[in-house]
């Protein structure tokens, strides 16, 4: 079964400090990694995917294989980072996504 | 063009009501989606559509109907409603498989 696993339900950081919202994924093939960001009243878009390897907004994710986990990282925290973030899974041939719970960040002057 | 719109935004229902929320897409997307979005739950997939006339179950599609007449439109329907589909509701569409999905504004359902 395909799960994406996002431990943390809240994370508080101050403008300036590094960011890392883990993300862990279950699936036994190669499968394809994204994270999806939901601002405030706003919808639920695409920030990243492993497959393009850029950095959007400063955010990374490396897809680490061996440790089955897709983290994304930001050195230096701002404001407006503050949101939802979701991890999602996609497996070669199912043609949907498995999202994570979630977890909030939330960045502080 | 106006990407993935939702229809209604809010709705309030008494428990065995039924209902249809409407999606629509102008990209000519071949694939659509519909999630429910819980506290603590993440989005979940109720169903989706892998173009016009397809629909398939997804990971939560007890209670729910679906319907793709049209390329552009997703429908969703609850034929009797339960205060356990109180939810925030999300219509999203691709245009592959493999695709981006671009989401809709989300449609607050509560059923009392």
């Known amino acids: 079964a395909q799960r994406v696993t996002q431990p943390e339900k809240l994370l508080s950081v101050f403008k300036g400090a590094p960011v890392e919202l883990k993300c862990n994924y279950s699936y036994s093939g190669s499968p394809e990694l994204f994270w999806y960001v939901q601002y405030s009243r706003q919808r639920l878009q695409l920030l990243l995917r492993?497959?393009s390897r850029e950095s959007i907004k400063g955010f990374t994710a490396d897809l680490n294989k061996g440790e089955t986990s897709f983290h994304l990282k930001k050195p230096f925290a701002q404001e407006e980072d503050s949101a939802m973030y979701y991890c999602a899974l996609m497996a070669p041939g199912f043609q949907k996504l498995v999202f994570g719970t979630g977890t909030r960040l939330l960045v502080s002057p | 063009n106006a990407g993935v719109t939702q229809t209604p935004k809010f709705r309030v229902l008494k428990t065995g009501q039924s209902m249809t929320l409407l999606c629509a897409q102008d990209m000519n997307h071949e694939y659509m989606y519909w999630y429910r979005q819980d506290p603590g739950m993440g989005l979940r997939l109720i169903h989706y559509s892998v173009g016009e006339g397809t629909t398939a179950k997804g990971e939560v599609p007890d209670g729910y109907n679906v319907s793709r007449l049209k390329k552009q439109n997703f429908l969703l329907g609850l034929e009797s409603a339960a205060p356990s589909q109180t939810s925030v509701y999300f219509c999203?569409?691709?245009?592959?498989?493999?695709?981006?999905?671009?989401f809709g504004p989300g449609t607050r359902l509560t059923v009392l």
């Open positions: 999203a569409s691709s245009y592959g498989g493999f695709g981006e999905q671009f």
């Open positions: 492993h497959i």
